[in-house]
């Protein structure tokens, strides 16, 4: 069975600091890219950032970019996003998502959600 399981979030000051972490297990972590994806109050899923499957390339969408690095550990299935100079626009759920690839078919694997507020 594959799972991700996220940790940290919480509330933080404009300005300040937060990591979020997810834990994989039940596929190959180290053969596919991995993603953050986050949902604001009232709003769609937006896209933040992904990283290559060796860690050697990473995306952010323009708003992340310069303030969010996103990192992995393949000998511990996890990666994380490392978020400073939070803003209140980065206020939301975020979830870290896997898309594994097989010959037949694709598979969306999404963590459980963590909040992320930013207060000012």
């Known amino acids: 069975e594959v799972q991700l399981v996220e940790s940290g979030g919480g509330l933080v000051d404009v300005g300040g600091s937060l990591r979020l972490s997810c834990t994989a297990s039940g596929f190959t972590f180290e053969d596919f890219p991995m993603m953050w994806v986050r949902q604001a109050p009232g709003k769609g899923l937006e896209w933040v950032s992904a990283i290559t499957w060796n860690g050697e390339d990473t995306f952010y969408t323009e708003s992340a970019k310069g303030r969010f690095t996103i990192s992995r550990d393949n000998a511990w299935d996890m990666w994380s996003l490392r978020m400073l100079s939070l803003k209140p626009e980065d206020t939301a759920v975020y979830y870290c998502?896997?898309?594994?690839?097989?010959?037949?078919?694709?598979?969306?694997?999404w963590g459980q959600g963590t909040q992320v507020t930013v207060s000012s």
């Open positions: 998502h896997a898309r594994v690839i097989t010959v037949v078919a694709s598979y969306d694997y």
